[in-house]
């Protein structure tokens, strides 16, 4: 093929119907005609730039019809694009900036003061929109690198994960069969498209199906139920933070969303309890998956048609080999045991940009080790246990934070719980727990949810402390900071002068 099954992502809805909506809001609709006439025009932009195949294009742009164009424009002429996050600091962002080196840096035009300051050479985006439209570069390789994205740096400095034409496309057709999206689905996104969550796994698979998308920022669960109403959204998919907001929201104002057929929770697990009110108000479950950046996508979901087991994670993902491998070798665990999940998929990661030892350290013998704990049962689902790296191990006993999370997420007294390890003289390392309490209701005491928690969990496995937060702080990608929380909790623990007593892990 003269070229990539990712530039020709539009073809199937071009030859449906040129003239449908594709896009919704912000701004005034545009067809999916219009859609390819606009990535051809800016192509021409970055072309007359002096861009060409391999260079990279960073973007700083809000969720809206910009970011849409400029990723097709990039595809279109073999150029990398690389999304940053517009939560980002200035630093932050110039330290991504000088690992890439970045052939241009697109920004807002209201932001265009503020270019030389990032140390890169910079464009407002209307200065974009005044070349000639180009036609897609031809026979660029299937493997031509078409995306980097950077991880969330939770837990480190964020890398960047480097995306293959071939791999893009693969994890969005992923999700598109995984979602079962339809041409006459109208999808909410509001996850950030300078990540996979809301690039890779609800905007261009939604444009691939042929579908309406509305796009948004972390919308408010106000303005998603009003978009909701207004546009008769029927997919929706938010974090598992956000989730509890939306819940809430419909639950006090007694709202009901017809049009709604799916909504995946993601980024974290989904409390039992804010699945039971989930489907209490709608009737059906939440949807929940496990993905990662460097698959580009979820590798795995709970299937949409057929039996879902609440608390799981579904099964592999269409096209996803998955494994659960013990620390060593590639010889599964067996049924039941808790191992590492490793997949093979079409549509992982190439490598970290300029990094070849973790690239080496992210594969064992052709497996992407995910660092994902869980379990496969019977029938072969699967249950996620927690993040390798999270783990807190305690006089050589592994704790789960989430084991314990889903207990404080139950109790009535607590809506929101995030559980850290901090280092401990004699254990090593402890648990501590982080509590957001229910709005308007007393505090909970820490003897009351160590009582509670005694009653199901092992001795070993009690939280040192529980300290109350009346906000639980995100990183840049929305999803809970526990880095962070871990600082916190250090921070405070020390300023009481704390002896950090804790409980003998015998039980």
């Known amino acids: 093929m003269p070229t990539t099954g990712l530039q020709r992502l539009l073809d ?3 030859r449906r119907g040129p003239n449908r909506p594709a ?10 005609r219009a859609l390819e006439d606009g990535a051809a025009l800016v192509a021409g932009g970055l072309w007359a730039e002096g861009i060409r195949p391999g260079e990279r294009v960073a973007w700083r742009l809000p969720n809206g019809p910009e970011a849409v164009l400029l990723s097709l424009a990039c595809y279109r002429i073999g150029a990398i694009s690389v999304p940053i996050n517009a939560r980002l600091t200035e630093e ?44 897609p ?46 041409a006459d689905d109208v999808v909410l996104v509001g996850k950030p498209l300078s990540h996979a969550g809301g690039l890779q796994t609800q905007l261009l698979p939604s444009l691939r199906a042929g579908a309406q998308v509305l796009l948004a920022t972390r919308p408010s669960a106000a303005t998603a139920a009003a978009l909701i109403q207004q546009h008769g959204v029927s997919e929706f998919g938010l974090l598992a933070s956000d989730l509890l907001d939306f819940v809430d929201h ?9 049009s709604l057929r799916r909504v995946i929770g993601s980024g974290d697990t989904v409390p039992m309890e804010l699945q039971k009110r989930f489907r209490e108000l709608f009737g059906w479950p939440v949807l929940e998956g496990c993905g990662m950046t460097e698959v580009g996508g979820y590798y795995a979901m709970h299937p949409i048609h057929g039996e879902r087991k609440p608390g799981s994670i579904g099964r592999p993902t269409p096209g996803t080999d998955l494994r659960i491998l013990p620390e060593s070798g590639t010889t599964e665990v067996a049924e039941g ?18 990094d070849a030892k973790a690239t080496e350290a992210l594969f064992r013998d052709g497996w992407l080790m995910t660092g994902d704990l869980g379990r496969r049962d019977a029938d072969g689902t699967l249950w996620f246990c927690g993040r390798r790296k999270l783990l807190i191990v305690r006089r050589g006993s592994n704790i789960a934070p989430a084991e314990i999370e889903e207990l404080l997420d139950a109790h009535p007294a607590v809506h929101a719980a995030v559980v850290v390890g901090i280092p401990h003289r004699r254990d090593g390392a402890v648990p501590v727990a982080w509590i957001q309490p229910q709005p308007g209701a007393p505090a909970p005491e820490e003897n009351v949810l160590l009582t509670y928690l005694a009653q199901h969990l092992a001795t070993y496995k009690l939280p040192a402390h529980v300290l109350l937060t009346a906000e639980l702080p995100r990183n840049s990608t929305g999803k809970v900071d526990r880095r962070q929380l871990r600082e916190l909790a250090l921070a405070r623990l020390a300023g009481e002068g704390q002896p950090l007593p804790v409980p003998h892990p015998e039980g």
Request: overall charge negative; proline content about 10%.
């Open 337 to 354: 045991a808790i191992g590492e999940f490793a997949v093979r998929t079409a549509s992982a990661t190439i490598g970290y940009w300029k």
């Open 250 to 258: 419909l639950e006090t104002r007694q709202l009901a969303l017809p």
């Open 23 to 32: 896009l919704l809001a912000p701004g005034p609709p545009l067809s999916y």
């Open 137 to 182: 570069v031809q026979d660029l390789p299937e493997d031509h690198p078409a995306l980097i994205l950077f991880t969330s740096g939770s837990t480190g400095q964020p890398k960047g994960v480097v995306h293959s034409h071939h791999g893009c496309l693969a994890a969005i057709d992923t999700c598109r069969l995984a979602l079962d999206l339809q």
């Open 92 to 135: 932050e962002v110039k330290a991504m900036l000088a690992r890439i080196e970045p052939g241009v840096v697109v920004l807002p035009a209201e932001e265009a003061e503020h270019a030389a300051a990032l140390g890169q050479p910079a464009l407002p985006w209307p200065a974009l929109l005044g070349a000639a439209p180009i036609d």
């Open 12 to 14: 199937a809805a071009l």
